[in-house]
């Protein structure tokens, strides 16, 4: 009996000592101190009878933000297994995440098939969509060079922006100076500088300002045009000590600073707020946008993307989140807008694993498709902080993948947009009955509206056409005696890709126009002229009002009048009369309401283009062939 008592306190003393230990993890957690939480998780662990699916979750959650991925990994399934799918899109995305930072693609595809079905239909669909096109891009080969920089420490080097001849980007490596980040127990950051990022080597970098420099976070910077103002995010402080919230966090604010002043004055922006970060700044290349990340109420998930205008007088408009095609569940970071581009970095599109970099084009006020930029650039690692450089198709970006030399390092790249091309291909319908349409034309003209080039759709209504990446156009179909339909396309980053679905349907217009193999004329009963006449017959009339009606239903319809005669009388004769004809017709459509821009021509041919040969060969026509051959007909030049 005495042996049982003995156990029985020693289980409830291991208990009680492994509860102090939870107790004490939980309390490092929700301060997001995880380095010092994994060890009173790992105690409690090995001193628990039994652990709750909840504490598994915090387990995963603490290894996930250390980047211990198999850990996480680990902890969370153990969650999953006991209680299903996570409901909080936070902590089911790190471990979708940890899946694929751990390469488990197919495991983390089923995750988040699980995650947007939850949703509903529409998102696992349009999750369908982005995966579809990122194995798409899996298939093209990689156009993008990239090397680690020289100037890179073993400590965090990320970020990137040019002050006039500077190169500016945040970096731990002031450790002996700054302490360390109770979160991770990595070094606090700091603002430096070099002059040439290509060849500078880590000595020659230095603070970019020590006046600006505090005790913690600091980073990262951009600059308005001709660098009159600096732009950065830093830890919220007072004085020389951090400012925690009601919630016990000490979050980011962006602050602007003017450069030409004599003494620096840190003027923190209208949008801060004291419950939520705000962080890496981007200015326009006008100066006329604010980009900024910030996990502000109201968005997506963690971190969203938003803008504001920078107005003439300094003041700033009410911040824009850029909307669900952009921002996550996840984190959305680091942009960065240049010629209607939009260049981030993201967690929550479908990607090789951690932040992934990706782009956007902008068109008339939207933000298209995330497109990643594909592997090279991206790894199952952080990449993110895109920068162009000086040079064409040159930049930046940042990682901390396998084989750089700290924790993150930047990395210049080159983009071969030359090699660059695209396979778009597609058929051309009839509209009403579904039927391939030969012998249609497929134009395309690029950004300054030149044709680029021009193909003809097979006996199956087929064309294909070979495009450059990155670039945008208008395609256009239309055959003689069909309606015209056009879209305006872009190619994006995706070497070699192959779509066969730019599909065009025409409308059968033979009810309007006539053809004669690639010439389209207005289709209306024949214009006859009384013999040696040339006034409009009231009969006459009657057809060239069809005309009227056809060109107003087209009012960019442009025309051109061509008038015969027959063979009888003289060559010389029958020049004037045809051409007495042809104005007549055109002076007549002009008395009701045709503009003369849209009548190319009004020529008369004589007798040079009879439709029945009269009075050769000894063959005479009768009165019904002379009158076919004096007639009036109406050449579609362009609709």
């Not at 058929?427 to 300054?448: F, R």
């Amino acid at each position: 009996m005495k042996r049982i008592y003995i156990i029985i306190t020693c289980l409830i003393s291991l208990n009680v000592f492994a509860q102090s230990h939870l107790q004490e993890a939980n309390k490092l957690y929700d301060r997001l101190v995880y380095i010092d939480a994994a060890k009173e998780y790992e105690a409690y662990v090995q001193n628990a009878n039994y652990i709750e699916p909840e504490t598994y979750m915090k387990i995963g959650d603490t290894y996930y933000n250390l980047k211990n991925f198999a850990q996480a990994k680990e902890a969370y399934q153990k969650c999953y297994n006991a209680v299903g799918p996570n409901k909080n899109n936070a902590q089911g995305y790190q471990y979708y995440d940890s899946l694929r930072r751990l390469k488990l693609y197919d495991e983390a595809e089923k995750v988040a098939e699980r995650y947007f079905e939850s949703i509903s239909v529409e998102a696992l669909n349009s999750h369908y969509e982005e995966r579809d096109r990122f194995e798409e891009l899996l298939k093209g080969d990689t156009l993008y060079k990239v090397r680690n920089l020289e100037l890179n420490s073993q400590y965090a080097d990320f970020g990137g922006s040019f002050n006039q001849k500077s190169f500016v980007f945040t970096s731990g490596r002031n450790y002996v100076n700054k302490g360390l980040f109770e979160r991770d127990n990595t070094p606090y950051l700091s603002i430096y500088k070099t002059e040439n990022p290509q060849v500078d080597s880590a000595d020659t970098v230095e603070l970019f300002s020590k006046e600006l420099t505090s005790e913690f976070h600091d980073g990262t910077a951009t600059f308005s045009p001709n660098s009159k103002y600096l732009y950065y995010a830093s830890s919220y402080q007072n004085g020389k000590r951090k400012v925690f919230e009601g919630d016990k966090k000490n979050y980011f604010k962006i602050y602007r600073v003017d450069m030409s002043a004599k003494k620096y004055k840190k003027e923190l922006l209208p949008f801060n707020g004291d419950a939520y970060s705000a962080g890496q700044p981007y200015v326009t290349p006008d100066g006329k946008k604010l980009f900024f990340a910030s996990d502000m109420p109201g968005g997506y998930g963690k971190a969203d993307i938003y803008v504001c205008d920078i107005y003439e007088d300094g003041t700033y408009s009410k911040p824009m989140n850029l909307g669900p095609t952009i921002n996550t569940i996840a984190d959305d970071f680091f942009p960065y807008f240049k010629d209607d581009v939009l260049y981030f970095s993201s967690g929550g599109h479908v990607g090789f694993g951690g932040l992934d970099l990706y782009k956007s084009y902008y068109r008339d006020g939207i933000y298209g498709a995330a497109i990643n930029l594909g592997p090279i650039i991206n790894t199952n690692a952080d990449d993110f902080a895109y920068l162009e450089g000086d040079e064409p198709n040159t930049g930046y970006f940042s990682s901390d993948r396998a084989g750089g030399k700290g924790g993150d390092d930047i990395y210049a790249f080159d983009y071969n947009l030359a090699k660059c091309v695209q396979y778009i291909s597609g058929t051309v319908y009839d509209i009403e009955t579904n039927e391939p349409i030969a012998n249609a034309y497929v134009t395309v003209y690029d950004e300054a509206n030149t044709e680029y080039l021009k193909v003809k759709t097979d006996e199956k209504g087929a064309y294909a056409v070979e495009l450059t990446c990155e670039s945008t156009y208008k395609i256009e179909a239309r055959k003689a005696g069909y309606s015209e339909d056009e879209l305006n396309f872009t190619t994006d980053v995706l070497p070699d890709r192959k779509m066969n679905m730019l599909d065009f349907k025409l409308k059968d217009l033979s009810e309007i126009f006539v053809t004669e193999g690639e010439v389209e004329k207005i289709r209306i009963d024949p214009i006859y002229f009384d013999y040696y006449r040339y006034n409009i017959t009231d009969v006459a009339a009657i057809q060239l009002r069809k005309v009227v009606d056809v060109m107003n239903a087209y009012p960019e319809m442009i025309i051109k009048i061509e008038s015969h005669t027959d063979q009888r009388g003289t060559d010389y004769f029958n020049k004037t009369l045809s051409t007495n004809r042809a104005l007549s017709t055109k002076d007549w459509l002009l008395e009701h309401g045709i503009e003369s821009s849209r009548i190319e021509s009004a020529i008369g041919y004589g007798e040079s283009r009879p439709i029945n040969i009269c009075d050769e060969d000894g063959k005479t026509c009768t009165e019904l062939e002379y009158s076919e051959n004096r007639r009036s007909e109406f050449i579609v030049v362009s609709r």
